[in-house]
């Protein structure tokens, strides 16, 4: 198995900025590709964000194109996502998700809570 543990999350204003992590452990050779997820409340959760498990071919959902920003450092098996220029629309429970398969996210974190004021 594969396990996630997101932080970082916390209360900021617009404008502002946020790094979240994800550290992963156990099986991780199984990992091919890494994702963030946003549940706005009273939404569906929703694709933020993409890299493979390598740290290459960032992909990014239209509305935190610029903004967000992906990366891995494998060192320390730890992915991360730079929310630059926030908004009170991004506000969500982001969650880390690891996909081993080819079609969908096999393995999901806790979640970590962002809120942005305006």
């Known amino acids: 198995q594969v396990q996630l543990v997101e932080s970082g999350g916390g209360l900021v204003q617009a404008g502002g900025s946020l790094r979240l992590s994800c550290a992963v452990s156990?099986?991780?050779?199984?990992?091919?590709?890494m994702g963030w997820f946003g549940q706005a409340p009273g939404k569906a959760r929703e694709f933020v964000a993409s890299i493979s498990w390598s740290g290459n071919s960032p992909v990014y959902a239209d509305p935190v194109k610029g903004r967000f920003t992906i990366f891995r450092d494998n060192a320390k098996n730890t992915v991360y996502l730079q929310m630059n220029s926030l908004k009170p629309e991004d506000t969500a429970v982001y969650y880390c998700a690891a996909r081993m398969g080819i079609d969908r996210y096999d393995a999901w974190g806790q979640g970590t809570q962002v809120t942005v004021s305006s």
């Open positions: 156990g099986r991780t050779f199984t990992i091919n590709r």
